[in-house]
């Protein structure tokens, strides 16, 4: 079911993303210009010097480092409010808080146990059909800095607030209680008002985070918060130079796989394969000394090429035939007559030397040279 997958995106319109919440905060607050972050809370935190600001993230899974942990404690402390809604809260935070969060029947996915399930504001219920909304908090009660503002159906706390400093960490455990689909339900856009109805009334600055919630997995812990990239990101100077050196970069690939040509295989030429098998059997033959079935075999294939190139009857040898054949090829016809009285010989003989294989051959290859 992909369109009951918990985005929580502030433009994602489907059941289980954020644009119901997003579009009623900015209501909320109109005098502000709600600020989009897809970047690291550290990286926002080095970038502003914020004490009077809200900061809202909604995240099913919430993963932070360290470092994210020490600088989102330093930005309440400094007198900001930060709302955190995650049905998994990333135990860095919660061993810092010295909470921690449970589900009473476990957060699987198994739609049998869907029903109209409801969530509690100062004794006034709110209810939604889905999976029941029974993750809550637990380990505040012997810390006088924690308090619990809201609970579930079951009566466990699922919304508390850790004042530190001058600043203010909400944490709610169900971020579906802020999803599209919830929100639509009769009048449950009243439960984000009442939700955020204890932070700053005029916040001078509104952030609201689109970057955790694409996270899978904790990063890296980096104690210093410290990346190559976001440094040079912080100074406009090296952020220039950099887009610059990349829009070179591209440029440069584009232009030279324009010149460049591309590399053209070599033809090989053709194998006169005919030649490479009439040399491989002429040796076969010369190895077995068969010097009479080779001279049979020059004359027939002899009289096969003059049948096919000058179109006479090879069957009939006479001086007629003598004369088309030197008067066609060009070749003497004394040479010619001198040809077929050695192939006369050679066919009548039993035995052939190899001195009258040789003679043979050579008359041939006379014939060919003309």
Known sequence: MPELKETYGLSDKKPFGAYIAYNQVREMYSRNTIRDKRQSFTTTW???????????????????????VNDMLEYVKKGNDLFIAASSVD?????????????????????????????YFNARSFFYYYLPLDQYFSGY????????????????????????????????????????YFLLQKDNYKYLQHVL?????????????????????????????????????????????????????????????????????????????????TETIGRLYLQKKDNKNMAEKMCTYFNEQVRHQYFLNTNH???????????????????????????????KKQDISDYELLSLNELFQQFYKK
């Open 317 to 347: 040898v006479n001086d007629d035939f003598v004369t088309a054949l030197s008067r066609k090829s060009g070749v003497e016809r004394a040479k010619v007559d001198s040809l077929y009285r050695a192939m006369e010989q050679a066919q």
């Open 91 to 119: 135990e860095n935070l919660l061993n810092k808080l010295g909470i921690e969060q449970h589900s009473q029947n476990g957060i699987s996915l198994d739609y049998d146990r869907m029903q109209s399930t409801a969530t």
């Open 141 to 180: 009660e012997d810390n006088e800095w924690l308090k619990p503002i809201a609970t579930n159906g079951n009566g466990k706390v699922n919304y508390l607030v850790y004042f530190h400093g001058k600043g203010r960490l909400f944490l709610h455990s169900e971020p579906r209680t802020f999803s599209n």
């Open 46 to 68: 080095s970038q502003s010097a914020d004490d009077n600001a809200l900061y809202i993230l909604l995240a099913r899974n919430l993963y932070l480092t360290t470092a994210e």
């Open 197 to 277: 109805a204890y932070t700053k009334n005029e916040p001078e600055h509104v952030y609201w985070d689109d970057y955790y919630r694409n996270l899978r997995a904790r990063k890296s812990d980096n104690e210093d918060g410290f990346s190559s990239l976001s440094e040079i990101m912080k100074h406009p100077a090296l952020k220039t130079a950099f887009w610059l050196l990349i829009v070179l970069l591209l440029l440069y690939l584009f232009v030279g796989s324009k010149r460049r040509q591309r590399i053209i295989d070599p033809i090989k030429p053709n194998i006169n394969t005919t030649v490479a098998f």
